[in-house]
């Protein structure tokens, strides 16, 4: 049997760090506040010159090598991000010429912090249908640029940085059981970015009243984020025919602490089983899943055989799981 297996992994974030120390020089806050609140501890942040495209090119050519892919085998190139270099061209276009891979279609896909989950599994259906046999699906982010350093409900949560995955159609048992994907649109007003769309564009007034930040209803986004999350790991365990207890690592999307550690009481994965990376590089989005994937597998916590289950949730609303067979 033919499945989409991940050959590869590899990541990249900047070297700027930025602490809980730093920020309460920026912002009414304390680090006492927000590891308590959040987990997180530092994150880093791109420098000038620096952009989504750099990060993602950098993942990507390390997860090259530890699939040992040349570019030019690559089919399909598809970035989940939602701070893209530009509106358009895509970035996976960017990141295509950066690489050199001349044979890859790509694309960018919008599905905020699912935008991993959403990638791979359109990769996935891809691989599945025959028409493409190696792709390489990337989480990649510089969501310090759309972040209002002024708002203290938001700018102590995310950081950049970019995970990639190549994935390949390999005869076997093992690769992706299964992927679930769902949306709820009637919430898209509780995480957004309000400006630089064709809603509110780039006006001078526009950028004076600040609509090009993210703006979120954390309270809100944290009680769906909770549910919806672990809904969908139940259903894709469900799915397989598999229990809690056959996963053995779960890679959930680093948003906050206390959502990781609900998701896993409700679930009964906790301790050893959870990866957890948030404290230091807070919530990347689309590429916090493939950072924490790629040190969860350069430390070896990953062998043949284990059940890998990652579970994401973001604007959107956007949530999704999958299961893998490593
Ligand atoms: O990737 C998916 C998208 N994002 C998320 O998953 C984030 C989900 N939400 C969250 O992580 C949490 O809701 C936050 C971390 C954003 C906020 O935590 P919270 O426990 O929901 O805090 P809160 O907004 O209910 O505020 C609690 C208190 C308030 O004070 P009072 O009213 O109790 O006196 C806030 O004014 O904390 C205060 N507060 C702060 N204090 C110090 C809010 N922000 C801060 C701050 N520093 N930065």
């Known amino acids: 049997m033919i499945r989409p297996k991940i050959t590869g992994t590899g990541s990249a974030v900047p070297q700027k760090v930025l602490t809980n120390f730093d920020i309460e020089k920026m912002v009414d806050t304390s680090d006492e506040w927000i590891v308590s609140r959040t987990g997180i501890r530092e994150r880093r942040i791109a420098s000038e010159g620096e952009f989504t495209s750099t990060f993602a090119a950098l993942a990507a050519q390390r997860a090259l090598e530890a699939a040992g892919v040349a570019p030019e ?11 893209p270099d530009f509106p358009f061209p895509a970035t996976a276009c960017i990141v295509q010429q950066i690489i050199k891979a001349p044979n890859a279609f790509c694309f960018d896909l919008s ?12 990769a996935e259906k891809y691989i599945l249908s025959g028409k493409v046999k190696k792709a390489l699906v990337i989480g990649a982010e510089v969501l310090s640029r759309i972040v209002d350093w002024t708002d203290r409900n938001t700018c ?20 992706i059981l ?43 986004v944290f009680k769906l984020a909770v549910r919806a999350m672990g809904e969908v790991a139940q259903e894709a365990l469900a799915a397989n025919g598999l229990t809690p207890d056959d996963v053995s690592l779960f890679i959930p999307h680093q948003a906050n602490q206390r959502i990781v550690d609900s998701i896993g009481k409700r679930l009964g994965i906790t301790g050893e089983r959870v990866f957890v990376n948030l404290d230091r590089y807070g919530n990347t989005s689309a590429a916090s899943i493939p950072i924490a994937l790629d040190e969860a597998v350069r430390a070896g916590r990953l062998k043949e055989g284990d059940i890998l289950l990652i579970d994401a949730f973001g604007g959107g609303l956007t949530w999704g799981a999958s299961l893998i067979r490593w």
């Open 73 to 83: 085998e690559l089919d399909l190139i598809v970035v989940g991000t939602l701070t």
């Open 156 to 175: 102590l949560l995310f950081g950049d940085g970019s995970g990639a995955v190549v994935l390949e159609a390999v005869e076997g048992e093992s690769g």
């Open 111 to 122: 599905a905020a912090c699912s935008g991993f989950i959403y990638a791979l599994a359109t």
């Open 178 to 220: 299964s992927t679930h994907m769902h949306s709820d649109g009637n919430y898209w007003e509780i995480l957004y970015q309000k400006g630089a769309g064709s809603r509110n564009p780039a006006t001078q007034k526009n950028l004076d009243d600040r609509l090009v930040y993210l703006t979120m209803q954390g309270n809100e």
